[in-house]
């Protein structure tokens, strides 16, 4: 999958659901409005479940990164607390591709792995919880409250669900690029 097709597919779908939002409000345009939006859902629904399939931890973080700016790019400066989270977002997901170079570098990711905590708290199933999972873990938040609205559409609940498997899939690949950089440690002596 092309990282540049990918991000075209990805913003036309989220322009593709934000129309389709706007219209659906625009009398003489609703049933338009319903068809782009549904359009948009089902064309994310396919490319989100393409990238899960690749098991490419940069596909996936790509698409949700587009995904975002692409939501971002489409609010209404009222939308505040919503944009805020959006920029909050991006910033984790900017500090997550870092990580991706580095733990591809298993000799610069031992060093880095020095500097993150040993204790649980600081360990994703006994690996560095970096940027990488934190952003992932954050956003798994964001998302997850969006589903908390009563009358959400089936269809973009369909597509956020998706998105949160993606979540997963992504930081289980991290977990074994995690696991592939840096050596088993041995348990403490007694």
């Not at 940069?58 to 919503?82: D, F, G, N, W």
């Not at 560095?128 to 269809?155: C, Q, W």
């Amino acid at each position: 999958m092309d990282p540049a097709g990918l991000t075209d597919r990805v913003t036309n779908v989220v322009e593709l659901i934000a129309n389709g939002r706007v219209e659906l409000r625009t009398q003489g345009k609703a049933e338009q409005g319903r068809i782009d939006f549904h359009d948009g859902l089902d064309k994310a629904i396919e490319i989100f479940t393409e990238v899960q399939a690749t098991r490419d931890s940069s596909l996936m973080l790509l698409a949700e990164y587009v995904y975002i700016a692409q939501e971002l790019a489409s609010s209404r400066p009222e939308e505040k607390e919503a944009r805020v989270s959006c920029e909050a977002a991006m910033q984790d997901f900017d500090d997550a591709f870092n990580c991706l170079k580095i733990v591809e570098q298993p000799a610069v990711y031992q060093g880095a792995e020095q500097s993150h905590p040993h204790r649980a708290k600081y360990r994703y199933k006994g690996m560095p919880r970096d940027a990488f999972h934190i952003a992932y873990m954050g956003h798994r938040t964001r998302v997850k409250n969006s589903l908390r609205k009563i009358g959400f559409d089936p269809d973009e609940q369909t597509l956020l669900e998706l998105r949160m498997g993606v979540f997963n899939t992504a930081q289980n690949v991290y977990l074994e690029k995690q696991q592939a950089a840096l050596p088993r440690r041995c348990p403490p002596a007694a």
